[in-house]
T-cell receptor, first 116, second 114 residues
Framework: GAVVSQHPSWVICKSGTSVKIECRSLDFQATTMFWYRQFPKQSLMLMAT?????????EQGVEKDKFLINHASLTLSTLTVTSAHPEDSSFYIC????????????FGNGTRLTVT | AQTVTQSQPEMSVQEAETVTLSCTYD???????LFWYKQPPSRQMILVIR??????QNATENRFSVNFQKAAKSFSLKISDSQLGDTAMYFC???????????FGTGTSLTVIP
């Protein structure tokens, strides 16, 4: 089945530094990738939608200058949390959708970010 | 905007019994897809089942089946012969055909009791 690799699975960084999270579709081309944030025992909150070769579409309330998204190829999207603060600590999940209209989302394993 | 509602934050079921998780949604779209995803403690999101809105027949996948009521905008998940490994958060999700955006419900935490 379709596999999405997300790296790293966990990261600890100091306040003020930047962290990059990678999301790769390993065996299919993903024209669209999504980035979600999930707080404990809550649902997935869509942060942004990225399409290969174009600027990401951010959901209302998500700071695009803080959460930089790049979708440089059909198999790779990155999320960079810039100038991280403790309140950015969370679980971030990426997902990728294949090119077919009815393709479901395939999820990465998530990244737990802790900002100290 | 699309909204997805799961009115049962927590549920439990005895092993081998059947349980039904509820989901309703609101949309003005006529064609769309609906999904149920499972998130076990590992936090990996796993696709359980999906339904195309234009199909009247309810989708089934082994022990998992749905009751799709398009007019009522209802999409419930039935788990038969519940197993301990079914313990997880379950999210109902809606996908528009245009824009490819997914919308998730708030989730139902299911515990299977041995």
């Amino acid at each position: 089945g379709a596999v999405v690799s997300q790296h790293p699975s966990w990261v600890i960084c100091k306040s003020g530094t930047s962290v990059k999270i990678e999301c790769r579709s390993l065996d299919f081309q993903a024209t669209t990738m999504f980035w979600y944030r999930q707080f404990p025992k809550q649902s997935l909150m869509l942060m942004a939608t990225s399409n290969e070769g174009s600027k990401a579409t951010y959901e209302q309330g998500v700071e695009k200058d803080k959460f930089l998204i790049n979708h440089a190829s059909l198999t790779l999207s990155t999320l960079t949390v810039t100038s991280a603060h403790p309140e950015d600590s969370s679980f971030y999940i990426c997902s990728a959708k294949g090119t077919s209209t009815n393709s479901p989302l395939h999820f990465g394993n998530g990244t737990r970010l802790t900002v100290t | 905007a699309q909204t997805v509602t799961q009115s049962q934050p927590e549920m439990s079921v005895q092993e081998a019994e059947t349980v039904t998780l509820s989901c309703t949604y609101d949309t003005s779209e006529n064609n769309y897809y609906l999904f149920w995803y499972k998130q076990p403690p590992s936090r990996q999101m796993i696709l359980v089942i999906r339904q195309e809105a234009y199909k009247q027949q309810n989708a089934t996948e082994n022990r998992f089946s749905v009751n799709f009521q398009k007019a009522a905008k209802s999409f419930s998940l039935k788990i038969s012969d519940s197993q301990l490994g079914d313990t997880a958060m379950y999210f109902c999700a809606f996908m528009k055909l245009t824009g490819n955006q997914f919308y998730f419900g708030t989730g139902t935490s299911l515990t299977v009791i041995p």
